[in-house]
C-alpha cells in the first residue's frame, strides 16, 4: 500500500510540474490583458471554488462524519488568518488541517 501512495505522489507531482513548466514555456506569447487569458483565469478560479465547496458541502469519507459548524468555524477561520497574514496561503492551509482535527475531536 505504501508503494501506491508514493507511485500516485509521484505521478501527480509529474503532472503538475510538467503543465506548469509547459505553462512557462508558452506564456511568452500570451499578453496578462487578453480576454482569452482573463476567460482561463475566471475558469480555473470557479473550478477551484466549485471543488472547495463540494469539498465542504457534500464531504465524503472522514470530512463527512464532521459536523457542519465544525466546517463553517474552519473556514471562517482560515479566511481570517488568510487576510491577517497578507494574503499567504500556506498558514491557514496548514492550521485548517489541525484545526478541523482538534475541533472535530473536542466538540
Same mark, same amino acid.
Given at each position: 500500500m505504501a508503494s501506491n501512495i508514493l #507511485?500516485?505522489?509521484?505521478? $501527480?507531482? #509529474?503532472?503538475t510540474y510538467l503543465s506548469r513548466f509547459l505553462g512557462v514555456l508558452s506564456s511568452e506569447k500570451i499578453k496578462e $490583458?487578453?480576454?482569452?487569458?482573463?476567460?482561463?483565469?475566471?475558469?480555473a478560479y470557479s473550478t477551484?471554488?466549485?471543488?472547495?465547496?463540494?469539498?465542504?458541502?457534500f464531504p465524503s469519507g472522514t470530512l463527512n462524519e464532521v459536523d457542519y459548524l465544525i466546517r463553517f468555524i474552519v473556514?471562517?477561520?482560515?479566511?481570517? #488568518?488568510?487576510?491577517? $497574514?497578507?494574503?499567504?496561503?500556506?498558514?491557514p492551509t496548514l492550521l485548517s488541517g489541525i484545526i478541523l482535527s482538534l475541533l472535530s475531536s473536542y466538540l
Open positions: #507511485i500516485v505522489i509521484i505521478v $501527480t507531482s #509529474i503532472a $490583458t487578453s480576454k482569452i487569458f482573463r476567460w482561463f483565469n475566471c475558469l477551484l471554488a466549485a471543488l472547495i465547496a463540494r469539498i465542504v458541502i473556514i471562517v477561520i482560515s479566511i481570517f #488568518i488568510f487576510y491577517f $497574514t497578507k494574503k499567504n496561503l500556506v498558514y
